[in-house]
């Protein structure tokens, strides 16, 4: 059997499409133009594509696109100042600050300067609250993403088994809490888990979001399962050049899984236009 490969990029452009004509019914009722402001700190390559990306999306989309980008060496006092000058800006509707942030810097400190209405990531302890009360405004994009592709793909999960490894603010927790939202038996395994291939092999849809390039192998599979593969790991091609895999064995999971997110193409293909879909809905508000 060969899994079914779940198309990121498909689902991406659908919800695109939403997202344009929505944008321009504001523009056109209120002269209303979301605006997004990213914030990179130092000159990590990774980060620096994964904002470009967004600023290029956010000005496909017609949105303002701000950008403020500090060296690394800034200040935390300067941050927290730009963090708080973006808060108060009413042309600012989304504040993004990419993370990870450089060592010296508190991110907890930068999260307590920035607005909760504009926390397009919902990093802030208001968005994790809201979304453990069942509240949810803006949720974190990947694990958004994650369940639209669930959504297309599999639609009602209530009752099924789902694994989440990894636990980060960011992915794991929340994807956990939207899991446990829809009806799904959560268990959530990372780094001190014992027995990892055990819980997996339970899971009818297992979530991997542990940064450890093809670390999920074909055999911690339950035949027929949906994987979800979060990870993007940079590694050697051999040729001197580097291609992009995610944290599980694609071709031997592939060979298992019922349904199976790729790497590129996958999950990465939704997290952007999530982000994009949390700032039109801070706009809106
Ligand atoms: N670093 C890696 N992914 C993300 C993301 O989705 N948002 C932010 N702010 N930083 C990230």
Redesign the pocket.
């Known amino acids: 059997m060969t899994a079914t490969v779940i198309d990121g990029k498909a689902v991406a452009a659908s919800l695109r499409g939403r997202i344009e004509t929505e944008t321009a019914k504001l523009k056109a009722q209120t002269g209303l133009t979301p605006g997004l402001a990213t914030v990179l700190v130092g000159k990590d390559p990774a ?1 620096e594509v ?1 904002v470009r990306n967004k600023r290029k999306t956010a000005e496909a989309l017609g949105f303002n696109s701000i950008h403020i980008e500090l060296p690394e060496n800034t200040s935390q006092d300067e941050l927290v100042g730009k963090v708080k000058a973006l808060s108060a800006d009413k042309s600012v509707h989304g504040i ?5 942030l450089p060592k010296h810097l508190n991110e907890n400190a930068v999260l307590d300067a920035l607005d909760p209405a504009k926390d397009v ?1 919902a ?1 802030t302890p208001t968005n994790a609250g809201l979304l453990l009360s069942g509240r949810a405004h803006l949720v ?3 694990p958004a993403g994650v369940m639209l592709l669930l959504k297309e793909y599999v639609g009602d999960i209530a009752g099924k088994e789902a694994l989440v490894i990894g636990r980060s603010l ?1 992915f794991g927790k929340p994807a956990a809490q939207l899991l446990l939202a829809a009806n799904a038996t959560v268990t959530m395994a990372h780094s001190r888990s014992k027995d990892l291939p055990g819980l997996a092999r339970r899971a009818d849809i297992l979530v991997a979001a542990i940064g450890k390039p093809e670390f999920v192998k074909a055999d911690w599979i339950k035949p027929g399962a949906v994987v979800i593969d979060v990870g993007i790991n940079r590694v050697p091609a051999g040729d001197g050049k580097h291609k992009l895999v995610g944290d599980v064995a694609y071709e031997e999971a592939a060979q298992v899984a019922g349904a199976i997110t790729p790497v590129p193409g996958g999950v990465g293909a939704m ?1 952007i236009i999530c ?1 994009m879909q949390n700032t039109l809905i801070a706009a809106c508000a």
């Open positions: 980060s994964y993004l600050v990419q993370l990870p990531d990093l974190s994009c990947t960011l997290t982000l």
